[in-house]
């Protein structure tokens, strides 16, 4: 029987990473994002996650998808993000808002229409960050819709008893990502810094992040947690 991963932002980094090993494990991939993942073999459901039309249509296109395929399990894993440089004194409605829809708001609306169609011995996983529990200056949007992720996540947990669907939060350190490096400004500098801010003194791999959202998915015991992947982050 057919196994669903839908991934949303698996254009690149620990998005395409995942679809990658989802594939590999025998389970059908669909991308959803803007542009399409470049790993042969999934599906891409491309549109804008920022504007509430493009997320409505995207996610009645995946309903139609489970309800054709009727799959044994579904894993949606929601990993696309939008990350400004802003902070409380500077950051636009504008911004603020379009950071909220894309990290906080398509969210519920993919959980919404998907829940309902989603079988037992599914999950939802959710693509945090080590600033979902944290802050840092100069990325205010992006640590206030990461901290609404957990609250998001452990909310969906408790309104899912009795499903056999459960959740988990995951949150990266410092991995080697087209985001990352657009953040610093391709700076080397910076992150070779950036690196020896965990145990181990380098980068996150995405395939590390990838293969932990797999596991989280066949682990439902994990339902309702928050699993740290981060090397071993350097604390201030």
Sequence with gaps: MT??????????????ATAEHFLQQGFSVINVSRRPCPVSGVENHCGDLATSDAVMALAQGLVSVVKTEQPSEVCLIHNAALMLKDNAENCSDDSFERAFHINVSAINTLNR???PVMPQSSSIQFIGSTLSEKAVGGAFSYVVTKHAQLGMMRATTQDLMGRGIHTALICPGFTDTEMLRGHVGNDE???ADISKMNSFGRLIDPNEIARLVIWSHHNPVINGSVLHANLGQLEH
């Design 3 to 16: 196994r669903i991963a839908i991934i949303t932002g698996a254009s690149s980094g620990i998005g395409a």
């Design 189 to 191: 500098t910076i992150l």
């Design 113 to 115: 229409h998907l829940i």
